[in-house]
């Protein structure tokens, strides 16, 4: 795994801390999908494996995810074709997912 920035450390913690409220691990998974790198996405990949969290922040972490790999996907198609081209991938892409 790449190097985690001291950033994503301290979020995956937050995500994962067990005794912290639920509201603060939602909101660490939020920005975790926000940072939108290949490490954040890792990150939430390692959170919704993690059998100790309640399963709707595991589906959480996992939709966060999903976000990134739309996100990614959608700017690379954006470089090679049409406007119309890229909204039907992307519309296929979201009824996979």
């Known amino acids: 795994m790449p190097e985690q920035t001291p950033e994503l450390k301290k979020l995956m913690a937050i995500a994962a801390d067990l005794e912290l409220a639920a509201e603060m691990r939602i909101k660490a998974a939020v920005l975790l999908g926000k940072i939108g790198t ?44 049409s406007k119309t081209k890229f909204k039907s991938i992307k519309l296929k892409m979201i009824w996979f997912l």
């Not at 990150?43 to 059998?51: F, G, Q, T, Y």
């Not at 309640?54 to 198609?77: H, M, S, T």
Request: net charge positive; no cysteine.
């Open 38 to 81: 290949r490490e954040a996405l890792l990150a939430l990949l390692k959170l919704a494996a993690n059998e100790e969290l309640v399963p709707e922040e595991r589906d959480f972490a996992l939709r966060q995810a999903r976000g990134i790999i739309i996100w990614k996907i959608g700017n690379k198609l954006a470089k090679f074709g």
